[in-house]
């Protein structure tokens, strides 16, 4: 059976693929969703995900996510749902394993400083960053640089986008200035990251003893698998319970965009990739009870887990750490490796800070204490 005759009409297809940036010879034996899946996972950029923070710093535990641990719980999440829809599943698995290659160190605390840095010369953010990555900064191949994903794969990979930064994309930023949707695959990609880190933050933030299950209950979503789990289970002890309620959390969130999806499209009948671009809103979607209890679990981890007493205390930290190396690089090109130093040597300002952003953010966790360590003689 052919991809085509499995694939929905809607689906993003390698026969209705708007190609490569630059033209490459087929695979043999491989799709081209398949390769730049491939690309993905063999980028350096992807390694070092490891070792970067999701929301516990790399060495606060052992079995806390990651941004790689993540980004394979993304992956999974789209696929089922991908499946369940007739959508493109590679295509799909290559979105969500590339959407946070673009990271810094040290999770948004990170990012959030970098951008403060950058602030005079065009600013950073972290997900312009990623398509950065697999265009530009990955050097890996001797006739183009970056990883020559195709237009899909890239274009699912930039979720959102100012309007400056658009015309400076050309082709891939059209659609912010068009207003239009992006395909189906790069939509689902971006509501399984939601459906995952709501999922495993409550896991981590209990397993951290930052959040109780006294607080978790007064979450919808929560508290509905928490009463039929208990009736259920009435003896069992906290760990298998979160478990138990986590993975139901999950099962009910999915099996439901899903269903509403299938509607939406049932609904809107799209005959074409083109016609889900433009559409007016997206069409992959919770239902409205859904989305309302998925929004209050975000917005509680908000309050409750990533601003709690004990994290800001470590965001401060690495805060500080950051801003220190941006202002050592920036001032004394010398500090960074020979490549970042002599691309920075031939820049202007605004170049030569972005050369420095580009370092630092592609440092793991501990690589970047390891440099601080290194400049300031303290640890
Ligand atoms: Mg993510």
Same mark, same amino acid.
């Given at each position: 059976m052919k991809p085509e005759d499995y694939l929905a009409p809607y689906a993003a297809s390698e026969a209705r693929s708007r190609g490569r940036r630059f033209d490459e010879p087929r695979a043999k034996y491989r799709g081209e969703f398949h390769r730049d899946r491939d690309r993905i996972i063999h980028s350096t950029a992807f390694r070092r995900l490891v070792y970067k923070?999701? *929301?516990?710093?790399?060495?606060? @535990? =052992?079995l806390y996510r990651t941004r790689l641990t993540h980004s394979l719980e993304v992956a999974q999440v789209a696929r089922t749902v991908a499946v369940a829809l007739r959508l493109n599943e590679t295509l799909t698995e290559a979105i969500c394993l590339a959407h946070d290659l673009g990271h810094t160190p040290f999770g948004h605390a990170g990012q959030d400083t970098l951008n403060a840095c950058m602030r005079d010369y065009g600013g950073f953010e972290h997900n312009l960053q990623s398509l950065r990555v697999v =265009?530009? !900064?990955? #050097?890996? $191949?001797a006739d183009f640089p @970056? &990883?020559? &994903?195709t237009f899909e794969t890239r274009e699912g990979i930039l979720k959102h986008c100012s309007a400056r930064n658009a015309r400076a994309l050309g082709e891939i930023g059209e659609r912010f200035l068009k207003r239009q949707q992006p395909g189906l695959e790069a939509q689902l990609a971006n509501v399984a990251d939601a459906i995952a880190y709501n999922n495993h933050d409550v896991d981590d933030g209990f397993r951290a003893g930052l959040l109780s299950l006294k607080q978790l209950r007064r979450q919808p979503l929560f508290e509905t698998q928490y009463a039929e789990v208990h009736r259920r289970y009435? =003896? !069992?002890e906290d760990r298998r319970l979160i478990y138990e309620i986590i993975r139901r959390m999950i099962d009910t969130v999915v099996s439901d965009l899903i269903d509403e999806t299938q509607r939406n499209l049932d609904e809107a #009948? %799209? /005959?074409s990739i083109d016609e889900v671009r433009s559409a007016?809103?997206? &069409?992959v979607r919770f239902s409205a009870p859904v989305f309302e209890q998925h929004v209050a679990l975000k917005q509680f981890l908000n309050r409750h !887990? $990533? /601003?709690h007493e004990k994290k800001l205390a470590m965001t401060k930290k690495v805060q500080a750490m950051l801003k220190k190396l941006f202002e050592t690089y920036i001032t =004394? *090109?010398?500090?960074? %490796?020979l490549e970042f130093s002599s691309a920075a040597g031939r820049a202007d300002e605004t170049g030569r800070a972005r050369v420095v952003a580009d370092y630092i953010a592609g440092m793991t966790d501990r690589y970047a204490i390891a440099e601080h360590t290194r400049i300031t003689g303290k640890a």
């Amino acid at each position: 059976m052919k991809p085509e005759d499995y694939l929905a009409p809607y689906a993003a297809s390698e026969a209705r693929s708007r190609g490569r940036r630059f033209d490459e010879p087929r695979a043999k034996y491989r799709g081209e969703f398949h390769r730049d899946r491939d690309r993905i996972i063999h980028s350096t950029a992807f390694r070092r995900l490891v070792y970067k923070t999701q *929301v516990f710093v790399n060495h606060e @535990g =052992d079995l806390y996510r990651t941004r790689l641990t993540h980004s394979l719980e993304v992956a999974q999440v789209a696929r089922t749902v991908a499946v369940a829809l007739r959508l493109n599943e590679t295509l799909t698995e290559a979105i969500c394993l590339a959407h946070d290659l673009g990271h810094t160190p040290f999770g948004h605390a990170g990012q959030d400083t970098l951008n403060a840095c950058m602030r005079d010369y065009g600013g950073f953010e972290h997900n312009l960053q990623s398509l950065r990555v697999v =265009d530009e !900064l990955e #050097a890996k $191949y001797a006739d183009f640089p @970056g &990883l020559n &994903l195709t237009f899909e794969t890239r274009e699912g990979i930039l979720k959102h986008c100012s309007a400056r930064n658009a015309r400076a994309l050309g082709e891939i930023g059209e659609r912010f200035l068009k207003r239009q949707q992006p395909g189906l695959e790069a939509q689902l990609a971006n509501v399984a990251d939601a459906i995952a880190y709501n999922n495993h933050d409550v896991d981590d933030g209990f397993r951290a003893g930052l959040l109780s299950l006294k607080q978790l209950r007064r979450q919808p979503l929560f508290e509905t698998q928490y009463a039929e789990v208990h009736r259920r289970y009435p =003896d !069992l002890e906290d760990r298998r319970l979160i478990y138990e309620i986590i993975r139901r959390m999950i099962d009910t969130v999915v099996s439901d965009l899903i269903d509403e999806t299938q509607r939406n499209l049932d609904e809107a #009948a %799209p /005959r074409s990739i083109d016609e889900v671009r433009s559409a007016s809103q997206p &069409l992959v979607r919770f239902s409205a009870p859904v989305f309302e209890q998925h929004v209050a679990l975000k917005q509680f981890l908000n309050r409750h !887990l $990533y /601003r709690h007493e004990k994290k800001l205390a470590m965001t401060k930290k690495v805060q500080a750490m950051l801003k220190k190396l941006f202002e050592t690089y920036i001032t =004394d *090109v010398e500090q960074m %490796p020979l490549e970042f130093s002599s691309a920075a040597g031939r820049a202007d300002e605004t170049g030569r800070a972005r050369v420095v952003a580009d370092y630092i953010a592609g440092m793991t966790d501990r690589y970047a204490i390891a440099e601080h360590t290194r400049i300031t003689g303290k640890a």
